[in-house]
C-alpha cells in the first residue's frame, strides 16, 4: 500500500506548530531553547508606486523537533 506524501508533510507541519505552541507555553524551560534564523532586518524595495518587503525568521525550538518526530511516527502508524 503506498503511502501519501501529502500527508507526512502535513503531519510534519503541524507537529512544528503544535511543538512551537508548546514551546511558547512554557518560555522559561528547556522545551523552548532553541536557535533563530533569517533576515533580522526584512529587505525592502521600494520603486516609487509600489514597495514589496521580503522577510523570513524561522525559529527552531526543541519542542518544535519533538513535534517533527511525533508527526513522523504517527505517519508510519496510520
Do not use: E, H
Not at 508548546?22 to 525592502?44: D, H, K, R
Not at 514589496?52 to 524561522?58: H, R, V
Amino acid at each position: 500500500m503506498r503511502k501519501n506524501n501529502w500527508a507526512c508533510f502535513l503531519l510534519i507541519l503541524a507537529g512544528i506548530v503544535i511543538g512551537g505552541f508548546i514551546g511558547n507555553l512554557f518560555p522559561s524551560t528547556w522545551l523552548n531553547y532553541g536557535q533563530t534564523f533569517g533576515l533580522s532586518n526584512p529587505i525592502v524595495f521600494d520603486i516609487g508606486i509600489m514597495c514589496i518587503t521580503f522577510g523570513l525568521t524561522i525559529k527552531i525550538t526543541v519542542a518544535s523537533i519533538i513535534g517533527i518526530a511525533i508527526g513522523i511516527i504517527i505517519y508510519r502508524i496510520i
